[in-house]
């Protein structure tokens, strides 16, 4: 358990009590209170969102099939969503804390998220996801382990690291997005974080005095698993261990072909598992470079992050340069050939026995086809906003998931078009309606001149093909149709396509969206809606009893007793607490 306080572990110890005689899956709870801190990761103090006190949040650290619990209180002044990015949410898109499913916690309430982490493995990331809250933190790993009867495919690890990578702002997220709402571009990052923390001072020139930056501390000769995740807002990054190889093992859920790469471009949103063997002979402590991909890098040498790798055993302080990027600057074919390396390893397991493989995705008939196309940033009614498709996605006041619940009419249509639309770019509430048991194909068209990911709730998906120039029917005859990784984030170059396959075999409403957070705010997202025309709670569990209610449905909602849900805990009264729950759970035994 990564978190500080004591509860979740004392809830964790009960819950797995409880689960011995009931012999369900187990639980695992955390209690997350999300405010404001003052921290100065950049060497300027300002404004950052802590879970628990903490920047970033605890891990989340489950096994497939755990029964999570998370009890999130909101001690933001604003609204707050947690979405769990790359958790499929079998059968709940009630749990997915985004705005089309959820209506979100208002400042000084609780909401329980509960989820089961069904068929998946991998490593995940969480964040806030509404109001631009990443911006300024919030986020946290989030770990979904083996079961111990499913082999992975490599010897046990010694030790299991997160490395949480971003650009970063030193204003916070009400003044980035006041300067977004204002029509113009937030420019270039003050900085990038390693697990919220600052550049290690490499240069005296590029870093001042008085940073804090992230130590990870390692035996010689023994192999970690170093879990990744861009968390960042808009920048793709580049990460390298200074003399060591990072052997690629897994991308968010799928185990991967093994590989080493000397570093390896991370895209806003991705996460990636390496084995990292510490094999040198700590002559002195190794740099660890985040760094910005695709900008003039002699104008974004202060966007640089930087943290220490510091064997037991070392013998002096990092120093001298910082190892070297890619020199790729006149070849656009290195990322994406490197992107294109990442293979599936189809004979290991994933979550359950059966070879990944044992789903062979290139033989199943595609069933609806869409092609996404981006553009730059272009004003609509006076405003600047993003597109897919040329929509603008506008979030309903009432969640699409609700609305269909509850027989609210006119709360979004679902007429988003198979291929982008011709003239004016519009604001709507438009859905994809998608086939529940479908094979849906989407093409994702990057027509912008900067990187892009996208993202897609619900569903892990196969990355068939990529390639630059505009997507055509004839671009199939390119598609990896055997050992595509299956994951939830894509990256789709500047003036290129990604095309992946979607088996839509989860019931729910689901978020598909840039991932680029400037991008995501000013409209790129939709949703996919997946019915099964028969009302059952076999493919799609019942709302539940906590759901919260807004917009047409606000009168459904029940106040909340704010005293019951921000109790104010001295060390007395958590021990009486303590005490009624073990008497509580003594009565559940
Ligand atoms: C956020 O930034 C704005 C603009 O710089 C500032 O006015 C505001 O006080 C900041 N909020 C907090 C809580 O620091
Ligand atoms: C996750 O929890 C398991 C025990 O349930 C533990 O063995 C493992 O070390 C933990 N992993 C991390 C990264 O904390
Ligand atoms: C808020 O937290 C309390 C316990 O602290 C819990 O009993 C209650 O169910 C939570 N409310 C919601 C809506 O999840
Ligand atoms: C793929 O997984 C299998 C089964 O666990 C393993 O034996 C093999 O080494 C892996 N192959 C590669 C290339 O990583
Ligand atoms: C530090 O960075 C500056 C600016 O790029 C550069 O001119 C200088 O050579 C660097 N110093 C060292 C010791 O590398
Ligand atoms: C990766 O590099 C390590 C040395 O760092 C080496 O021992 C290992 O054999 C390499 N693995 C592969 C699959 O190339
Ligand atoms: C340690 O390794 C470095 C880089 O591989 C090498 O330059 C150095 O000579 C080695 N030092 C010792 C004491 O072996
Ligand atoms: C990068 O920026 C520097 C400084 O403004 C400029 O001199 C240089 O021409 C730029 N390089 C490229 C490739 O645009
Ligand atoms: C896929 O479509 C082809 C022809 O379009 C058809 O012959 C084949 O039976 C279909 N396969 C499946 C699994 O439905
Ligand atoms: C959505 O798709 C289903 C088939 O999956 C179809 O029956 C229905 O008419 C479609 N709805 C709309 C509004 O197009
Ligand atoms: C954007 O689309 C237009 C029209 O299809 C095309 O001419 C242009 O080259 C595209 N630009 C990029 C960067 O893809
Ligand atoms: C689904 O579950 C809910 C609550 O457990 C129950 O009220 C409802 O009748 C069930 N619906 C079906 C179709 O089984």
Redesign the pocket.
């Known amino acids: 358990m990564g978190s500080c306080s004591f509860l979740p572990v004392f809830f964790f110890y009960i819950a797995l009590l409880i689960n011995l005689c009931v012999a369900g899956d187990p639980f695992v709870n955390y209690d997350f209170e999300v405010s404001y801190i003052t921290a100065s990761p950049l060497g300027v103090p300002q404004q950052v969102i802590a879970i628990n006190g903490h920047f970033p949040g605890p891990t989340i650290n489950s096994t497939t099939n755990n029964n999570v619990v998370i009890n999130v209180r909101n001690k933001l002044d604003e609204e707050l969503l947690m979405h769990w990015s790359g958790i499929q949410q079998r059968r709940s898109s009630w749990q997915d804390g985004v705005l089309g499913t959820n209506c979100p916690i208002p400042p000084k309430w609780n909401w329980t998220y509960q989820f089961q982490v069904k068929d998946q493995i991998g490593s995940f990331f969480y964040f806030p996801s509404i109001n631009f809250q990443r911006a300024s933190g919030g986020y946290g790993g989030f770990i979904i382990n083996n079961r111990d009867i499913i082999p992975i495919p490599f010897d046990t690890p010694y030790g299991d690291i997160t490395v949480l990578i971003g650009d970063w702002y030193t204003q916070n997220h009400t003044a980035l997005r006041k300067t977004l709402n204002a029509g113009k571009d937030l420019g270039m990052p003050d900085g990038v974080l390693i697990n919220g923390k600052g550049p290690y001072k490499y240069n005296a020139t590029l870093v001042p005095d008085g940073i804090d930056y992230e130590t990870i501390e390692v035996y010689p000769g023994k192999t970690y698993r170093i879990r990744v995740s861009n968390v960042g807002i808009s920048t793709s990054l580049n990460f390298r261990i200074q003399n060591h190889n990072l052997l690629l093992a897994e991308t968010e859920g799928s185990y991967t072909v093994q590989q080493n790469y000397t570093s390896l471009d991370i895209h806003v949103g991705q996460s990636y598992s390496f084995l990292v063997t510490m094999d040198q002979n700590a002559s002195s402590d190794y740099y660890i470079v985040a760094s910005p991909r695709f900008v003039n890098e002699s104008l974004w040498q202060r966007v640089t992050g930087v943290a220490i790798l510091h064997y037991s055993n070392s013998k002096g302080k990092a120093s001298g340069p910082l190892p070297d990027p890619p020199n790729d600057q006149y070849d656009k074919t290195f990322s994406m050939n490197q992107a294109r390396s990442i293979r599936w390893n189809v004979s290991a397991s994933g979550a359950r026995p059966n070879p990944q493989g044992s789903f062979r995705y290139g033989s199943i008939n595609v069933t609806e086809v869409y092609v996404l196309k981006n553009k730059a940033p272009e004003m609509i009614n006076g405003k600047r906003r993003t597109t897919l498709s040329g929509i603008s996605f506008v979030n309903p006041n009432t969640p699409i998931r609700l609305a269909d619940q509850f027989k609210v009419n006119g709360v979004y249509k679902l007429d988003f078009p198979n291929t982008p639309l011709a003239g004016a770019p519009r604001m709507e509430t438009s859905v994809i309606n998608g086939t529940y048991k479908g094979f849906m194909e989407v093409i994702l068209q990057n027509n912008d001149t900067k990187m892009h990911t996208y993202h897609m709730s619900g569903y892990a998906f196969f990355m068939v093909g990529m390639d630059y120039g505009e997507w055509t029917e004839n671009s199939r005859g390119t598609y990896n149709k055997w050992d595509g990784i299956a994951r939830t984030t894509a990256q789709v170059f500047p003036g290129a396509w990604t095309a992946i396959l979607i088996s839509l075999d989860n019931v729910g409403v689901w978020n598909l969206r840039a991932e680029n957070l400037d991008s995501w705010y000013l409209g790129q997202e939709t949703y996919v809606r997946v019915i099964n025309p028969e ?3 076999k493919t799609e ?2 709302v539940p009893d906590n759901a919260l209610f807004c917009g047409a449905l606000s009168k459904m909602q029940k106040p909340q007793d704010i005293s019951l849900a921000t109790p104010i805990m001295g060390n007395a009264s958590k021990l009486f607490f303590t005490l009624l729950m073990i008497i509580y759970s003594l009565m559940l035994l």
Request: net charge neutral.
């Open positions: 009302a059952t709670n569990l019942p």
